[in-house]
């Protein structure tokens, strides 16, 4: 095997490793042609996993939410998460694990039951959702007018594909010079951003949703913080007039931590630099991470071999 082919990343698809520009899916599975597919995403941080279990768990709840059921247990779906990033030769890795529903067996069938499920994964240079320069100034948020999909309809705390209204918030962002969005629910309730959790500050108190948004790994690990950090946090529903009024904004996501914002909408937040208490958090998660908080180590290539 030439291992420097895997330079851009490894992927596993059809119980095979192969780099990720050769890693691609049938125009015609259903995972394509319909977004029916679940996935998940763990990042790698100088070598380590990060609550890596807690991504399993969420991985395997998402499918079977969405009954899902590819050849891979969860022992084996973990091994190819350590081999693709160990392939890739990636010390921080952004790490995504899909199930596909696939394609029919049965020619023409429309019936999801007759459809070969599959698992895929692959193992990237690590992403921030928000760039790091971005990060650093605070991000400017635009509180988009697209309302977030009912949860009814699409349950956001099964990690999907199904981005049309996230994907909208993000062009009346960018349209007008906000670096992202958070979307509200029809009824006027703060829900998440394309890719991230959301929190707001006040008075001291931290909130996040309750409702119209993933159960964020990272926003549970923010709680843990804060109850760590004797912070009063707590998932709360939140009108958009108090997350207007907040004192400090900060999104959180696997794909950049605690990521501070500096204005929503035309308001400016405090010095129009990233809060002190979303400062704080953000230390205390990244040193964390240097401690081993959470952490499986990444299973080397040698390693796995003699296994
Ligand atoms: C819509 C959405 N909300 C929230 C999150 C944050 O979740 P986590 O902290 O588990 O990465 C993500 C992550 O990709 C997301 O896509």
Known sequence: MDISSFANGAAYIRGRFVPIQDASIPVTDWGFTRSDCVY?????????????????????????????????????????????????????AYVAMVTLRGRPRVAGSRRPADCDNHFIAYAIPWIDVIPKDVQERGAHLHIAGIPRVPDASV????????????????????????????LCDAQGFLTEGPGFNIFMVKDGRVLTPDRGSLHGITRKSVLELCAG????AQAAAIPRSLFEDADEVFAATTAGGVMPVSRVGKRILGNDRPGP??????EAYWRKHEEGWHRTPVRPLDKMAAE
């Open 40 to 92: 998940d995403v763990v990042h790698v941080f100088k070598n380590g996993f990060f609550r890596l279990d807690d991504h399993l768990d969420r991985f395997a709840a998402s499918m079977k939410a969405r009954r899902l059921e590819p050849p891979e247990g969860r022992n084996e779906i973990e091994a190819v998460l350590h081999r693709c990033v160990a392939l890739a030769g990636l010390a921080d």
């Open 229 to 232: 950090m004797g912070i009063e």
């Open 277 to 282: 208490l979303s400062l704080k958090l953000k």
């Open 155 to 182: 349950d956001p705390t099964v990690k999907n594909y199904q981005w049309s209204d996230l994907t909208s918030g993000l062009f009346e962002a960018h349209d007008q010079g906000y670096d992202t969005a958070v």
